[in-house]
Structure formats: structure tokens, C-alpha cells
């Protein structure tokens, strides 16, 4: 017998984990999770956190903490070369995006992202990232679990027993709960114990040392920050990072095999290459980690075996390029959170958590794409299909308008985000955004009470909220005449019905006589269950 029972067992507590969790609590759903290590994130790792993970976190009502805790390196900007940091002329040297274009082509990129999007991205170390989201969890009733390692765990069609151990004190305890996602990272047990296959290539043979250093360079970079900074001394080749643009740095640079194995230079070693990548041969320097690394990318052939979901780098590894996998797992754990509670609190079917494994594999795999192609072939098309995210799945019904997706704009296709519309709602203004990311919500133009009496009988009918919006001059979410149709194409009496993660499940454009027989077939095709017994 268990020793503690739990709906959900989340293992991990990088941000995928502690991402499922916030929003699983925002769900309330009583989850625990466990994490093997004493705390957050000991590597310091600079992560930049998308429009979409923004919008995720603002979600949450965590947006400005995060933005705080990105504050250090909000005036990093592109790429550099030079020889060493010390020799080079700062106010001078060429600045280029990291994907190699000029810098304009990234600002017109974020142009375009303002005008879809509430939340701008921005540039977080991923140290500084963790803890916000853990005390958020903690303070909002988290069983959070550190030093508590999984050993293992079973599973039937009742439900997963896990085997926990206390690092501290050795103590074992067997925890029941409904489901499992492992959010344990690029080793995770889980991935082995369920013998899960994976797609897996090395896209390069060079293994790479991150070396993790304390030394006070502000002053040669102060007004001239940088995201990376490519050393090209033959001395000491590599990439130089920013932790907090002040005295905490990551160096970047190729490591060499000694009898087939990686060889790891000593602290003192890394300090000279440290001063000679900088150019400054006293420089006070002091070593805080050596992590060895080679570039490969993995992909799960599944991502659900049973009751357990693999979740972030246990599901996939992307290329560590601006934090992409980062981005991923965050949203990884958003989409699964709201289906997981979906079920648990019983108005949709399990076929629903199927979906989850159907829409994030897809794109993780578009994700690895983006990173393998070169930068000319990329598009507006297919960036911000990468940034936001597009799903297909029976937990999106298709347009039925005979029209062929376009990811040029979000306009409230089946499958897309939300349109982002500024709206004044009760007094305030806000995003569209802003009220489509905690149950299914029903948007609709200045023609649509049909579609908010429909909704109403629908709410009672499954056991949900379903709260409908008009979005006009004279709606509920007040906004010009022509707002609605030009966010979202419809007519004023069309509909969209956004899903908790703010995805477009359904787009309406011609009702039926009937809205509310219709609205009831749209939420049952959902995988959605009616709670009303006859």
C-alpha cells in the first residue's frame, strides 16, 4: 500500500516541471513533485524566453517577476567578433542577429511579434528563472519535494505507484498517484524504464566544455552587451556568454579527447584560458563549474506510455539555440496540465490526453527542423509557426471552410493561438489573451447573444465554465466596430472557442439555426463529456 496519494506525480523541478505544476494548481489540481537535487538550477544557462513562453508566464500572473529576474541581461544584443574582449573596439565592432542576419532583420522580427502578441520575449538566465517559478509554485500551495529522488515506479490501469527516496535522510516512501509526468531531463528514468525509442543524432563530433566563471568584466562591456561573443584568438577559441552582463560569465569552447575520453582541464587551466579569451593576463578569475556537453538533438517516438507523460528534455532535445528547448518544455507542460485536469475532474474523456503527445511531438520535430535548415530558407511562415505553435489533433476540429492554413498571422485559425486584441474589459484594458487561459472560453461579435445563450446551456450541460464574449462597440470586450472581423475574419456572428491553453479548439463562420445543439456537438467531437445525468 502507498504511503501518500496524489492525483499527480510530477518529477523534476527544471521549469517544465514547475511549469506543469503552477498551472495545474491554477487548474486546482493537488499535485506533488520531487526533485532529486537540493534546489533550483546550479548551472547558470542564458534562456531566451519567447513571445509564447511570455505569454505563458503572463498567464500565470508571473510575467513581471520573470521580466525582474531577465533584468540583468535586458541589454544584451546580437553577436560578436573578436579577438579578445580586451583588444577589441566595442563602439565599433559588427553586431550581428544569432542566426547571422543583420540586427534589423531581428528587430522587424519583434515589430511583428508586438503587434500579435501582449508579451515581448525576452532574455533570462535560467538560474534566475527557476526560482521565481518554485517560490510562485511554493506560495500557491505547491507540495514541492526537494532532495527526493525517484527509483522507480509501475503501473496498471488504476493508476502509477512510485518508489521515492530522501536523499537526506534514506527514508523510502511508495507515493500513489493518477498520473506521472516526467519532467527529469535528458536522463530520465522514466525514458529508460519504459524503454521508450528515440530518434537521436549528433550534429556535431567536437565535444564542448561550458566553462562557468566569476570575473569583473563591466566595464569592457558596459553599453556594449552582447549575447554571445565569439573569441577568435587561436590561444583560446570560443564563445563567450553573459550570466549578468557583470561578474558572472560562461566560456564556450571545444574540448579534446585523451584516450577516447573527454578531457576536462583543471580549474587553474581554465583560468588561463579564461584570462586569454579575455586578453587580460592578471585577470582575477574564479572557476565556479566545468560541464562537458556534445551538440545532439533527440526526439521520443512517443511521448505517453500509459499513465506516464514524458514532458521537456525527457521528451525532447533541441539544439541549445536561444533556449528552444526551454521554450518547449514550458509549453509542454501548459498544454498536458489542462488536459490532465480536464479529465481528473471528470468532464472530458482520457482519449483526450492523447492529444497531448499528437500536438507536442509535432512540434518539437518542427522545432528540430528549424534548427537543422539554413538560415535562407527560413520564412515569416515558418518562424512564427516555430515561435507559437500550431496544433492538429482531435482536440482541434478543422475549419471546414475549404482553406489552406496560413501561418503568416494568427487570424484565429483552427489550431492557432488566440488573435491577440487589445479590449477594454470592466474598466481596464486588456488582451484577448488575458481571459482565455484558465477553462474554455467562447468569443463572438457584436451579433452573438445566440452564441452566449448557447454557451450557457452548454456550461450546465458538461459541468463547466464556459464564459462567452462579445468583442465590439457594444460587447463585453469593448473595441472598434471592425475589430472583431479584422482580428479574426468572421462575420459579427461568427464564434471561436478557445481552449484553457488559449488555442483556437473551433472556428464557426456560418452558425446554424440551432447554436446550441451546434455549440453541443463542437465540445463532445472535443473529447468533452457530459455531467448532467438524466
Partial sequence: MADVSVPVLIVGAGPTGLSTALFLAQQQITYMLIEQHPGTAIHPRPVGLGARTMEIFRALGLEESVRKAAEPLSRSRGEIFVETLASANMAQVKRLNLDGKDLETFDQMKEVEKAISPAAGCLCNQAALEPVLFEAARERGGDLRLQTELLSFEQDETGVTALVVDRKTGVQQRISADYLVAADGAHSLALHTLAIPTKSFTLSKLHTLAIDFRADLSELVRGHEFILCTIETPEAQGLLM??????????????????????????????????????????AVEIMGILPWKPQERLAECYQVGRVFLAGDAAHIILPTGGVGANLGIQDGQNLAWKLAAVLKGYADSTLLSTYETERRHVAGFAAEQEEIT??????????????????????LSDGEGITQDYTELKGQSGSRVPHLWVEYQGRCISTLDITSRHF???????????????????????????????????????????????????????????????VAARVSAPDEDKGRQLMGILSALHLCSRVHT
Avoid at 386 to 395: E, L
Avoid at 469 to 493: F, M, N
Fill in 242 to 283: 553573459a550570466v549578468n552582463n557583470s561578474d558572472r560569465w560562461l566560456f564556450q569552447m571545444p574540448g579534446y579527447l585523451e584516450n577516447g575520453e573527454l578531457k576536462v582541464p583543471s580549474p587553474k587551466r581554465c583560468q588561463e584560458l579564461v584570462r586569454k579569451a579575455i586578453g587580460i593576463p592578471d585577470l
Fill in 441 to 503: 472560453v467562447l468569443l463572438t461579435g457584436s451579433e452573438g447573444r445566440g452564441w452566449q445563450q448557447a454557451a450557457q446551456g452548454c456550461a450546465a450541460h458538461f459541468g463547466i465554465e464556459l464564459p462567452a464574449y462579445r468583442v465590439g462597440s457594444e460587447g463585453e470586450l469593448l473595441a472598434s466596430k471592425e475589430s472583431w472581423q479584422q482580428a479574426t475574419g468572421l462575420p459579427d456572428h461568427g464564434m471561436l472557442l478557445v481552449r484553457p491553453d488559449g488555442f
Fill in 375 to 396: 538560415d535562407r530558407e527560413k520564412t515569416t511562415d515558418n518562424e512564427l509557426q516555430a515561435r507559437f505553435g500550431f496544433y492538429a489533433s482531435s482536440a482541434v
